[in-house]
C-alpha cells in the first residue's frame, strides 16, 4: 500500500494514543489511596469467584514495574525519569518497590496468576543483575507467573553485554524491547544518544540464541538531522536486524513541558512534508519488507503474537500498548505508574520524594485517578473496539449493553464518520437503509486515532478542555 504525503499531511493533526480511555490528562487528586485500597480489594474477592465459577485458581492479571533511572539524558525524552550515576538509589528504591508490593497484596491477597509483566523506564537495565534478581524474586512469591505468560524488560543497548543477557533469560524474561530510535551516527549526536549499530546487531543475535520468545525495537521519525535519506538507511539496517515486532514513534517536540527537549534546535527537525515523507517511506518500506501493520505506530511479523491476534480479532490494548494478552486488571508498581483495576485507574506519585514518604506512612502511593461513569465505559468499549478488533457492530454492542441505541446515542459522531468514509478510512454498514456497524479499512488503520477521536467525549466541542497537549496522531 502507498500512502501519499498529501493524506498524511490532512491527518497531521494532535489527539491521544488511546493506552486509556478517559486518557490520563482526566484523572483527578480527588481519587484517593482510599479509593484506590477499595479497587484491589474488590479485585481480589472478583479473582475468587471467578476461580470458583471457572474452577480454575484465579482470573490472569498483567504487572508493570517502572523504574525511573537513567545514567544519561537523551534529549528527546518525554518519560518519568530521573538522571544519575548514583546506582546506590536502586537499591533504595527496590526496597520500596517491595514495601509497594506488600501494600498492595495487603488489599488484593497474593497468588494472583500474571500473564504479563513489564519492566519500563526509564531506564530498567539501570538496575544490576542482582536486582533484577531480587525485583523477580520478589513478584513470583507473591504473584504465580504463568508458563505462558510474555514477560518483557526494556534494554537501552549501551547498558548490556550478552552476558547480561543470558542473565535476563535466566531469572524469568522471555521478550526485550530495544530503544534503537535511528541509526544514523549524526542523529544519535544530536539526541544525545550513541549507539553504534553493530553493538544492536550482536545483541539481538544473543538474544535469539538465548531463546528471547520476541524482540522489539523502537524506532523515532521526526529527530534532529534526520532525512529521508538518513532514516532510509537505517530502514534498510532494520530489515537486515530483523525484530519481530517494530514500534515507530513520532518525535513531539514540546520544548515548554520537557525541558531536555530545549536542547534540541528547531531548526535542525524536519518538519511539514519533509517529516510526513520520512513517515510514508518507512510505512511503505516496512510493508514491502513483509511486516503486518498491527495499528498506529506497530509493526509485526506475520507469524508473530501480535499480527495473529490482530487476524483472530483479539488484539488488545493497555498502558505498554497493543497485547495479545486479554483485556484483564493491571496492577503498576513504581514511580508515576498507572494501574487498571475494575472499573479505575489510579496513578503513583510522581516525586521519589513522595512516594516515598507515602510508602513511609504505610499508605499506597496514589496520587490521583478516575473512576469511570458508565458511559465513559462505553465509549472506553466502542474506542478499544476501534483500536484493536478495528470494527464496531451496533447490534452486537446493543446485546452486550441492555437499553442502549447504539445509533441515537452515537448519532453526531456517526455523522462524522462520513468524512472519514469519504476518505477512504473506513467502511460504513447498513441494513435496510440503517446504519449497522462500520470497519476501518486497510489505509484507515494507519489513521486509526483519527477514527477512535470521533468518539471522545472530551475532545467533542464545548466541553472544558483539559490543557494537555498530545502528540501528533501520525
Known amino acids: 500500500m502507498i500512502i501519499s504525503p498529501e493524506l498524511l499531511q490532512r491527518f497531521d493533526v494532535v489527539g491521544p494514543r488511546y493506552t486509556s480511555y478517559p486518557t490520563a490528562d482526566r484523572f483527578t487528586p480527588s481519587f484517593a489511596e482510599a479509593d484506590y485500597a477499595a479497587a484491589l480489594r474488590e479485585m481480589g474477592r472478583g479473582a475468587k469467584a471467578l476461580a470458583r465459577k471457572l474452577n480454575r485458581s484465579s482470573a490472569a492479571i498483567s504487572v508493570y514495574v517502572h523504574i525511573p533511572f537513567c545514567e544519561q539524558l537523551c534529549y528527546y525524552c518525554a518519560c518519568t525519569k530521573i538522571l544519575t550515576r548514583q546506582h546506590g538509589k536502586a537499591a533504595v528504591y527496590l526496597d520500596y518497590l517491595e514495601r509497594e508490593l506488600a501494600l498492595n497484596i495487603a488489599q488484593c491477597g497474593t497468588g494472583l496468576p500474571v500473564s504479563q509483566l513489564h519492566l519500563g523506564g526509564g531506564t530498567p537495565t539501570f538496575f544490576s543483575d542482582e536486582a533484577l534478581s531480587r525485583l523477580m524474586a520478589m513478584l513470583r512469591q507473591q504473584f504465580q507467573l504463568l508458563d505462558e505468560g510474555e514477560y518483557s524488560i526494556e534494554v537501552d543497548p549501551r547498558t548490556v553485554s550478552p552476558e547480561r543477557l543470558a542473565v535476563l533469560r535466566a531469572i524469568g524474561f522471555n521478550r526485550l524491547s530495544f530503544g534503537v530510535q535511528d541509526f544514523d551516527p549524526e542523529v544519535q549526536v544530536a539526541v544525545h544518544r550513541v549507539q553504534p549499530a553493530e553493538k544492536v546487531f550482536e545483541l539481538v543475535e544473543a538474544a535469539r540464541q538465548l531463546g528471547f520468545r520476541g524482540i522489539n525495537v523502537?524506532?523515532?521519525?521526526?529527530?534532529?538531522?534526520?532525512?529521508?535519506?538518513?532514516?532510509?538507511?537505517?530502514?534498510?539496517?532494520?530489515?537486515?536486524?530483523?525484530?519481530?515486532?517494530?514500534?515507530?514513534?513520532?518525535?513531539?517536540?514540546?520544548?515548554?513541558?520537557?525541558?531536555?527537549?530545549?536542547?534540541?534546535?528547531?531548526?535542525?527537525?524536519?518538519?511539514?512534508?519533509?517529516?510526513?515523507?520520512?513517515?510514508?517511506?518507512?510505512?511503505?518500506?516496512?510493508?514491502?519488507?513483509?511486516?503486518?501493520?498491527?495499528?498506529?505506530?506497530?509493526?509485526?511479523?506475520?507469524?508473530?503474537?501480535?499480527?495473529?491476534?490482530?487476524?483472530?480479532?483479539?488484539?488488545?490494548?493497555?498502558?505498554?500498548?497493543?497485547?495479545?494478552?486479554?483485556?484483564?486488571?493491571?496492577?503498576?508498581?513504581?514511580?508515576?505508574?498507572?494501574?487498571?483495576?475494575?472499573?479505575?485507574?489510579?496513578?503513583?506519585?510522581?516525586?521519589?520524594?513522595?512516594?516515598?514518604?507515602?510508602?513511609?506512612?504505610?499508605?499506597?502511593?496514589?496520587?490521583?485517578?478516575?473512576?469511570?461513569?458508565?458511559?465513559?465505559?462505553?465509549?472506553?468499549?466502542?474506542?478499544?473496539?476501534?483500536?484493536?478488533?478495528?470494527?464496531?457492530?451496533?447490534?452486537?454492542?446493543?446485546?452486550?449493553?441492555?437499553?442502549?441505541?447504539?445509533?441515537?446515542?452515537?448519532?453526531?459522531?456517526?455523522?462524522?464518520?462520513?468524512?472519514?468514509?469519504?476518505?477512504?478510512?473506513?467502511?460504513?454498514?447498513?441494513?435496510?437503509?440503517?446504519?449497522?456497524?462500520?470497519?476501518?479499512?486497510?489505509?484507515?488503520?494507519?489513521?486509526?486515532?483519527?477514527?477512535?477521536?470521533?468518539?471522545?467525549?472530551?475532545?467533542?466541542?464545548?466541553?472544558?478542555?483539559?490543557?494537555?497537549?498530545?502528540?501528533?496522531?501520525?
Open 218 to 474: 523502537d524506532l523515532i521519525y521526526g529527530l534532529p538531522k534526520q532525512s529521508r535519506a538518513s532514516f532510509a538507511r537505517t530502514l534498510g539496517q532494520i530489515q537486515s536486524l530483523r525484530p519481530d515486532r517494530i514500534a515507530l514513534y513520532a518525535y513531539a517536540h514540546l520544548p515548554a513541558r520537557f525541558k531536555p527537549q530545549q536542547r534540541i534546535a528547531s531548526e535542525d527537525l524536519p518538519v511539514g512534508r519533509e517529516k510526513l515523507a520520512i513517515l510514508a517511506n518507512a510505512i511503505n518500506t516496512l510493508s514491502a519488507a513483509g511486516y503486518v501493520h498491527i495499528g498506529m505506530d506497530h509493526f509485526a511479523l506475520p507469524d508473530d503474537g501480535l499480527a495473529a491476534a490482530k487476524r483472530k480479532g483479539t488484539l488488545h490494548r493497555n498502558f505498554q500498548g497493543y497485547s495479545t494478552q486479554p483485556d484483564c486488571d493491571l496492577l503498576a508498581l513504581g514511580l508515576s505508574a498507572i494501574a487498571k483495576v475494575g472499573s479505575c485507574y489510579a496513578q503513583n506519585e510522581k516525586t521519589l520524594a513522595e512516594y516515598y514518604a507515602a510508602i513511609d506512612a504505610g499508605r499506597l502511593p496514589t496520587v490521583r485517578g478516575l473512576v469511570l461513569t458508565e458511559e465513559d465505559r462505553l465509549r472506553r468499549a466502542v474506542i478499544m473496539a476501534i483500536m484493536c478488533q478495528g470494527r464496531v457492530d451496533l447490534a452486537a454492542f446493543e446485546r452486550d449493553w441492555p437499553g442502549l441505541d447504539f445509533p441515537k446515542t452515537f448519532s453526531a459522531e456517526l455523522r462524522a464518520l462520513c468524512d472519514l468514509a469519504a476518505q477512504g478510512l473506513v467502511t460504513l454498514k447498513e441494513e435496510s437503509g440503517t446504519a449497522s456497524g462500520f470497519t476501518l479499512t486497510a489505509l484507515g488503520w494507519f489513521f486509526v486515532r483519527a477514527v477512535a477521536m470521533q468518539f471522545d467525549r472530551y475532545l467533542q466541542p464545548g466541553r472544558a478542555s483539559s490543557g494537555t497537549q498530545f502528540s501528533k496522531i501520525i
